[in-house]
């Protein structure tokens, strides 16, 4: 596994905070694809399509909330075993002790620093999966 994900999806219903992970990421990681599904319910009827290596999830939408879209892929074979990060305004330790039992490789907590943002991931992934 290469130290960042270089197909992730940011499922987020706030078309701002969309926009706000895609200049982080993009700037920060030249060679990423990244592309955005503004709820849960796109994201499921893309998922063959988009094919992540990485999942950043927004906890709470109007649609589906975070732990019902995982619930729903882990019946999927395009999805399985694809590691997600939430991101969350929930910023109890307990819920993300829960989060992670969820299967959640982190939690990153809004608001964040989007400067930090790439970095965050980062260590993230390089904790579950190593570097190179």
Known sequence: MSEFPKRVVYIEDDIQLRQLV???LE?????IVLVTCGSGE???ARIRELQPELIL???LMPDMNGPDIM?????MPDA???PFIFL????KLVMTDHYKALGAIGVIHKPFDPIELPETIR?????RFGAD
């Open 22 to 24: 895609r200049t982080a």
């Open 27 to 31: 700037e920060a990681e030249e060679d």
């Open 42 to 44: 796109e994201f499921i």
């Open 57 to 59: 999830l927004d906890m």
């Open 71 to 75: 619930e729903k892929l882990r019946g």
């Open 80 to 82: 399985t075993g694809v």
């Open 88 to 91: 969350t305004g929930k910023a």
């Open 123 to 127: 260590e993230m992934w390089a904790t």
